[in-house]
């Protein structure tokens, strides 16, 4: 299969899976501990749970979408010696 009719290349899936991991490393970092009937942990309203952490998420997503329009530059377009050779 010819590689110009993938639709991402190396560099995006790369992107994409390095997008992914943040955003799970932000669900990593909103987990933890809750409070239940018995018992109130205040825990659950730290600054890395409430701030931070969807911070790091929104980074991720916004990366991740930068890897799906992220297009890779044709190197054979620019060379005129390539053109010239193939008229």
Do not use: W
């Not at 299969?1 to 669900?27: E, P, S």
């Amino acid at each position: 299969m010819d590689k110009r009719n993938l639709a991402f290349g190396r560099t995006n899936f790369i992107l994409l899976a390095v997008g992914m991991l943040v955003v799970i490393i932000g669900f990593v970092l909103m987990a933890g501990g809750g409070s239940d009937e018995t018992h109130y942990d205040p825990s659950i309203f730290d600054a890395m749970r409430i701030k931070v952490a969807p911070v790091v998420c929104f980074v991720g997503f916004i990366s991740m979408i930068y890897a799906i329009v992220h297009r890779q530059k044709d190197s054979d377009d620019n060379d005129p010696k390539e053109s010239k050779a193939e008229q």
